[in-house]
């Protein structure tokens, strides 16, 4: 059930742009603590030191403050792969994502449930957490493919987020334990390079 203001006042209170991201990213470290589900706007207003009057007149309710949050701490996708190979950029890649796996998983898993109900907050993940890695996966792939490293109509390339996105969120899953780099190296030359051909 999510938190609705019973009315929202028209008027805004404009926060500094250091005290809005201090608190948007205390909104995301509490998703990320107690899931979406259990986070009450009380405990953002007592996180943050800010009364609940604020932070609905400013974002309304408490899906409109988590997508908000989401989309203001979006990072940068990763810049500059290009090694030369597509294993190379791959692996690059890869590298990126297991740097911010663990806080990555605890965020997704978070929100898991919600964002089945909500198309605001799942558009929000979308754009944090998966079109970034899409949209490098298809530069990474294209450039395979100008190569002639890559066969462009394997159909294996179309799987191929699929696989590296969910073997670094189902190893904790099955074995309890973080998908690290030894893990993503075994995985890559056993279940991905195989599947597009290279070596």
Do not use: C
Request: charged residues 25%; negative net charge; proline residues 5%.
């Amino acid at each position: 059930m999510s938190e609705q203001s019973p009315a929202a006042p028209a008027r805004r209170t404009r926060l500094t742009p250091e005290r809005e991201q201090e608190l948007l990213t205390a909104v995301v470290d509490l998703v990320r603590e107690q899931g979406y589900e259990a986070l009450t706007m009380d405990a953002i207003a007592a996180r943050t030191k800010s009364s609940k009057a604020t932070l609905y007149r400013q974002w309304e309710s408490k899906p409109k403050l988590v997508a908000t949050a989401l989309r203001h701490l979006g990072r940068v996708p990763l810049e500059g792969v290009d090694t030369g190979s597509l294993a190379g950029d791959l692996r690059q890649m890869v590298a990126g994502f297991v740097t911010h796996a663990s806080e990555d998983t605890a965020l997704l898993n978070g929100l898991a449930h919600a964002v089945s109900k909500d198309s605001e907050l799942w558009q929000a993940l979308y754009e944090l957490h998966i079109r970034p890695g899409l949209e490098l996966l298809d530069t990474v792939l294209g450039r395979a493919a100008e190569r002639g490293e890559l066969d462009p109509d394997n159909p294996a390339n179309e799987f191929v987020p699929h696989l590296v996105i969910g073997a670094l969120g189902t190893r904790k899953l099955i074995e309890n334990r973080d998908a690290d780099a030894a893990y993503m190296e075994r995985y890559l030359r056993a279940v991905v390079f195989p599947a597009l051909g290279i070596a």
